[in-house]
């Protein structure tokens, strides 16, 4: 069985997603942010980073989203959560899970917790403006590039 460490609206989306998806028992432990859980020392131990999310199956813990989902994909090939390995469809496949996990999560970290950028709180505006507006652009890039089936890649 699964467990999926997490905090609502953070990175541990896309996991979660998968593992309802992948059909594998799981359970959700919540990290509670506001009490700053994922820097108390019993979280620290799963994940050194004091990041969410942290996925522990027995003996292995895995923290970094786009680390959890490939493992999942690969853990469950299948129930086609990604395309096959060595298929030009899989190269896609990483390509946007990277662009997501690297891009676009970053920059929503930026935009939601301006505050860490910048020791001026007049400059806070400044930055949820500009983050506001290169998320617009990356989400009119995946939704122009999305494929013609439900998924991002087609079918």
Known sequence: ?????????????????????????????????????????????????????????????????????????????????????????RAHFYKWLMFLTNTIQSELLMYHYSERYTKDADGIGAIKFAMDQRLTGWFRLVADNMGDGPYLLGN
């Open 1 to 89: 069985m699964y467990e999926l460490h997490y905090f609502p609206g953070n990175a541990s989306f896309a996991p979660h997603v998968l593992l309802r998806e992948s059909g594998a028992p799981f359970e959700l432990r919540l990290v509670d942010r506001a009490t700053n859980a994922n820097k108390a020392p019993e979280y620290l131990k799963l994940n050194l980073a004091g990041r969410i999310p942290t996925l522990v199956a027995g003996d292995l813990v895995l923290f970094e989203s786009a680390a959890i989902c490939l493992h999942l994909c690969d853990s469950h090939p299948g129930t086609f959560l990604a395309p096959p390995l060595g298929t030009t469809d």
